[in-house]
């Protein structure tokens, strides 16, 4: 019961270099979310997503591209690494009946610490 | 604008204690309220949620209660066990401007120590 799978677990790069951010789920959710965490703040959504093909920004999305080709994978790009953009990086997913169910726990995986130098 | 507050940065209580972690919020769109848990190097996990047409929900030794008036809600944890000494996150959700999801803002969380 893998649920939400993130790689890799820890990168360093250099400035202007540029890395993908994998993230992965079993639980055949259709929302999935990236969001960063900076030392000492909360998590601050970058992008989402709400189904294959379908993706928008969040409340940070500068520097970062995603895309969402299958329901399962959900992969954030840097293209030109910059010191800011150190970071702790965290993927979810949630189911999507929010409408009729109500509200829907957000399920994270293990996150991925980033540091660019 | 922090939307969600949380004062505390830090906690300590002593085994079979009650925890109780305080945030605040200022958007009154907001209509869930969600309390995640994290330990170090993992993600965070959920643990107890609150609708904001109800003011307490309980789950064990976990009981969240939200003031509406006051823009404020709380997790109580009683009793305090070593094994839930992590950091404590607080969100509260808003359905995105679109419609499509929703949207989950956090506060920047507590370190909560339960002491043996």
């Known amino acids: 019961n893998a649920g939400v799978t993130q790689t890799p677990k820890f990168r360093i790069l250099k400035i202007g270099q540029s890395m993908t951010l994998q993230c992965t789920q079993d639980?055949?959710?259709?929302?999935m979310y990236w969001y960063r965490q900076d030392p000492g703040m909360g998590l601050k959504l970058i992008y989402y997503?709400?189904?294959?093909?379908?993706?928008d920004k969040g409340e940070v999305p500068n520097g970062y591209n995603v895309s969402r080709s299958t329901t399962e994978d959900f992969p954030l790009r840097l293209e030109l690494a910059a010191p800011s953009q150190t970071s702790v990086y965290f993927c979810?997913?949630?189911?999507?009946?929010?409408?009729?169910?109500?509200?829907?726990?957000?399920?994270f995986g293990d996150g991925t610490r980033l540091s660019i130098l | 604008d922090q939307q969600v507050k949380q004062n505390s940065p830090s906690l300590s209580v002593q085994e079979g204690r009650i925890s109780i972690l305080n945030c605040d919020y200022t958007?009154?769109?907001?209509?869930?309220f969600l309390w995640y848990k994290k330990y170090p190097a993992e993600g965070p996990t959920f643990l107890i949620s609150?609708?904001?047409?109800?003011d307490k929900n309980e789950d064990g030794r976990f009981t969240v209660f939200l003031n509406k008036s006051a823009k404020h809600l709380s997790l109580h944890i009683v009793p305090s066990q070593p094994g839930d000494s992590a950091v404590y996150f607080c969100?509260?959700?808003?359905?995105?401007?679109?419609?499509?999801?929703?949207?989950?803002?956090f506060g920047s969380g507590t370190q909560l120590t339960v002491l043996p």
């Open positions: 979810a997913s949630s189911y999507d009946k929010i409408k009729v169910i109500g509200n829907q726990p957000q399920h």
């Open positions: 609150i609708s904001s047409i109800k």
């Open positions: 639980m055949n959710h259709n929302y």
């Open positions: 997503s709400v189904g294959a093909g379908i993706t």
């Open positions: 958007n009154s769109m907001f209509d869930y």
């Open positions: 969100a509260a959700s808003t359905t995105f401007s679109s419609g499509s999801a929703r949207q989950l803002t």
